[in-house]
Each structure stands twice: as C-alpha cells, then as structure tokens.
C-alpha cells in the first residue's frame, strides 16, 4: 500500500513554498541580525547580561513559565534549555519548577472553578477523552506516572487533573515532582551548549527526543498498561 504524505499535488506545492520562503527569511534575519546573534551564542556574555537585570531576570523566566502552562504558547522545555543557559542547570531548574508550580496550581484551579465546559475548551478533545476516565479511575499515583513520562500532554493533564476531587495541594505536588526529572535534563541540555560541550548536549539531544517520541508514539498502550494494573 502506498502512503501518500500530501492531499494533492496542491497541497504538495504550497509546503514546498513555505519551506522556501522560511528558509530565504531564515537567512536574511541570520544576516541582518549576525552581531545580536553573535552575542546571544556568547554565553559568558548572555549570562553576564541577564544578571545586570538582578532579579527581575529569574521572575521573568518564572512568570513565563507559568503563562505557558495555562496558555501553551510555547513548549516548557523551550524554556527550560533557555533557562539552562543563561542560569545554569541547578538554578535554571529551580526557576523553571516554581514557574511550573505556579502554573499548574492556576491549571488546576481554573479547571476546578469552572469545570468540564472550560476544559472542553482549552484541551483537545482526543486528549481528554482518553485521560479523563483513567485519571479518574486511578487517581493521583497514575497522574503522577503520567506527568514522569516525556512525550505526554503534561500541560493539558493539568487541567485533567483539576477535574478530579483529589486536594490541589497533592495536585501541585505530583505536578511538579512528576515533571522535575525532564526539565533537569532539558536545563543539563542548555548548560552544555552554554559551555560548548556540543558532543554532549547532541547525546542528550538525541536521548531526550527519543524518549519524548516513545512517549508520544506509545502514548496509548503505556495508559492501558497502567489501567490493568492493580
């Protein structure tokens, strides 16, 4: 059986101009902004920069790390290689959590407040529907389990969660521990770029992109696996 990758010809050709015309923009903003570039690739003067903003630094990644969780404009992890390095991995880690800590607590919060309706809206309805149930049949071990595998909608199981009648102060807690390990690993990933081990952070790289993608492929076997067991 053939496996066609576009609907038409048509459609074929309009991916093949956007891929065009991203790549000549992709160079031309490369030329023009070569020396801010030059500088955001210096680490010991990106750092030394982000520190002349003292603390409001850290509380603007914290604040954007919380935002991205009930808003998702971007991945967390994006953030959290950025915040590995400008801040390296301990503290990058540090800030991101609280970030995360507080976005999910208002996740939770505003599921809670304005329930199923609401979430209906802001999570896809194939995620919900196959989380939902399970959430609510197993409970905080299993959301737990959930947030400590990459590749899984870590975000819009917030909102999942805020379903359930588990107490928001246990809700926050697996959130955030559940998820620590990934985002360790990502701030690890921006720390070694920052010091040049690019041998390095391309094998963290590739690890952490397979196990995302394993997540995300086996996504739905992992969840019946964890609902036969008793």
């Known amino acids: 059986m053939t496996v066609r990758l576009f609907a038409s010809t048509r459609a074929r050709n309009r991916v093949l101009v956007h891929l065009v015309v991203g790549g000549l ?6 030329t023009v902004l070569h020396e801010q570039l030059s500088f955001v690739t210096d680490a010991a003067a ?4 982000v520190r002349g ?7 603007a990644l914290v604040l954007l790390q919380t935002l ?12 959290a290689a950025v915040a590995g390095y400008l801040f390296g991995p301990w503290w ?5 959590m609280i970030g995360i ?22 999570v896809y309805a194939d995620v919900l529907e196959r989380f939902d149930a399970f959430v ?33 102060r246990k809700l926050v807690l697996v959130a955030v521990v559940g998820r620590a390990p990934a985002f360790f690993v990502v701030n690890v990933f921006g720390s070694l770029l920052a010091d040049g081990n690019l041998r390095g952070a391309g094998v963290l790289f590739v690890v952490v992109t397979a196990l995302s993608l394993a997540g995300y492929l086996y ?7 964890l609902d036969r067991e008793r």
């Open 53 to 59: 903003f003292g603390a409001w630094a850290p509380l």
């Open 46 to 49: 990106a750092r030394a920069y």
């Open 101 to 122: 800590g507080l976005g999910s607590a208002l996740a939770f919060w505003l599921s809670r407040r304005f329930g199923r309706a609401y979430v209906e809206r802001m």
């Open 136 to 168: 609510e049949r197993r409970g905080l071990l299993a959301l737990f389990v959930l947030f400590l595998i990459p590749g899984l909608p870590d975000d819009a199981l917030c909102f999942v969660g805020g379903l359930t009648p588990i107490p928001l």
């Open 68 to 79: 991205q969780v009930v808003l998702a404009p971007v991945p967390g992890q994006v953030l």
């Open 219 to 225: 996504r739905e076997r992992l969840v019946d696996l």
């Open 92 to 96: 990058g880690t540090l800030y991101n």
């Open 25 to 30: 923009l992709f160079l031309g903003l490369t």
